[in-house]
């Protein structure tokens, strides 16, 4: 087997110069939690092991923890089972959450977003995000290649760009119970198959509250609106 760490008790864990950032890797075959710890001045670059907490292990638990000011806040590489809850990310110069190749089964729930970009999740099956504050950012969330997964009971305030956005093949998943507050695009969808839509909330949406470009897709939609300044529906599909 291979190694164990676990991160708890108020465990602070940062750069102590202003001048270097921390690397922070967990590999494969490795056991990682985090619980009621902090995390700062992870990352600085975009390769993915240097980018933030990157995690590559099976089973990992992040709950009740603060991670803030690094270049990504966790990336997700190939790490089935992984679960982060009630964790707060903030002031990361890119995505909150990032998930490369195989990222199934991952669950982030009851977490804070204060950042630009939020999640990013790609090839990755059996997703849930559930019961989250997605706060002033550019983007919410951002799936690709995304299949039979949940985004519900979510809220976006403040959206420069899209408040979910689901891109290039993402199929079988639902979007139920978020509520969306001024944003650009509240839920933009392209290239996507069977997708619900249901019992959500837009209110003061500058552009499209929901804009699908598809084709041979079924889509269930029911949806409130309160306010949209542009359009409330754009299709296009066959």
Request: one cysteine or more.
């Amino acid at each position: 087997g291979g190694s164990k760490l676990i991160i708890a008790n108020q465990t602070r864990i940062t750069s102590n110069s202003s001048d270097y950032e921390l690397k922070f890797n967990v590999n494969s075959n490795s056991l990682f939690e985090m619980r009621d710890s902090y995390l700062s001045e992870c990352g600085y670059s975009a390769v993915a092991a240097n980018s933030g907490l990157y995690i590559a292990a099976n089973n990992t638990t992040i709950d009740n923890s603060t991670i803030s000011n690094g270049y990504r806040g966790i990336y997700l590489n190939g790490a089935v089972n992984a679960l982060i809850n009630r964790t707060a990310i903030s002031n990361m110069s890119y995505q909150a959450i990032y998930t490369g190749s195989s990222t199934h089964n991952l669950t982030v729930s009851n977490s804070t977003f204060t950042n630009t970009y939020g999640l990013f999740i790609s090839f990755s099956n059996n997703a849930t995000v559930d019961g989250n504050i997605f706060d002033s950012g550019s983007y919410g969330t951002i799936a690709s290649l995304l299949t039979n997964s949940s985004i519900k009971n979510n809220k976006i305030n403040s959206s420069t760009y899209y408040a979910i956005y689901l891109y290039t093949t993402s199929t079988n998943n639902s979007l139920n119970n978020n509520s969306i507050l001024y944003s650009h695009y509240a839920i933009f969808i392209i290239s996507s198959e069977n997708k619900n839509i249901t019992n959500s909330t837009v209110n003061s949406s500058s552009n499209y509250w929901i804009f699908i470009e598809d084709t041979a897709c079924t889509f269930l939609i029911y949806v409130t609106i309160f306010k949209s300044t542009t359009s409330n529906l754009y299709r296009d599909w066959e």
